[in-house]
């Protein structure tokens, strides 16, 4: 399994410091660093595309590469719009980031996703620790009936389950729409976390099977042994 390059690396960091822009953003607070922050995304984006598209063009063609920077190019693009877009609740306004959002999370799913798979059920359940973290941590600042952290991670927990008790719910439109991308991860996180579980169950169905093959082939091994054995003694005699 190879490495991030360091341009993937940087990349990532940039797109992961703005997760704060959207919430900046909605609540209509620090204007700049929101800008700044969605700025620095799109120019990490961008400085991928020409740097891989150089080092395709030297080692190969950039046909090879093009689904690949396809997103790249769209989220550059969409960065560069919610970084000149105004701030508010506004549902066009909201849609434009969450869909940024979401880009977002394809992109950086690219890079990790085959860390986190091959990595097993204790990287998976880590990722939806992380995800369920940030999620009460958007409710926390989008949600004013969420008081506290904890209830920000109790909403996200029973929205991400769609559960929906009824205590905590979202009544804001910034936090109506954030509900929607917390369903469509617990949807995500749940599948991938059950996935890996089934796919332990199957893999030691797989070892025990193939222990119960090897044991049945060493009798066997053994019985042509004894017999090759027997053989010979009744030719020698």
Same mark, same amino acid.
């Given at each position: ?91 066009? =306004?909201?849609? =434009? ?65 769609? =559960? ?37 169950? =199957? ?35």
């Amino acid at each position: 399994m190879t490495s991030l390059s360091p341009w993937r690396r940087g990349e990532l960091l940039a797109l992961l410091a703005t997760i704060p822009a959207f919430y900046m953003a909605a609540l209509s607070t620090h204007r700049l660093v929101c800008a700044a922050l969605y700025l620095v995304g799109c120019a990490a984006c961008t400085l991928v595309i020409f740097q891989e598209g150089h080092h395709a063009r030297q080692h190969g063609p950039w046909a090879k590469r093009y689904a690949h920077h396809q997103l790249s190019g769209v989220l550059a693009g969409a960065l560069l719009l919610s970084a000149i877009l105004p701030l508010g609740e506004q549902l066009d =306004v909201l849609g =434009v980031r969450l869909a940024t959002a979401l880009l977002i999370i394809l992109r950086c799913g690219q890079s990790l996703w085959p860390r986190f798979w091959r990595g097993g059920l204790a990287h998976l359940l880590t990722l939806a620790v992380g995800i369920l973290g940030l999620c009460g941590m958007g409710f926390w600042w989008l949600e004013p009936q969420a008081k506290t952290f904890g209830d920000g991670l109790w909403l996200a927990f029973t929205t991400a389950a769609t =559960v929906g008790y009824g205590d905590i719910v979202p009544t804001t439109p910034a936090a109506k729409i954030f509900a929607v991308f917390v369903v469509l991860m617990g949807f995500a996180a749940l599948s991938l976390v059950t996935a890996a579980i089934a796919a332990m169950w =199957v893999q030691s169905e797989e070892r025990r099977i193939e222990d119960e093959i090897l044991r049945d082939l060493h009798l066997q091994i053994k019985g042509l042994r004894d017999d090759l054995a027997a053989m010979r003694h009744a030719a020698n005699r």
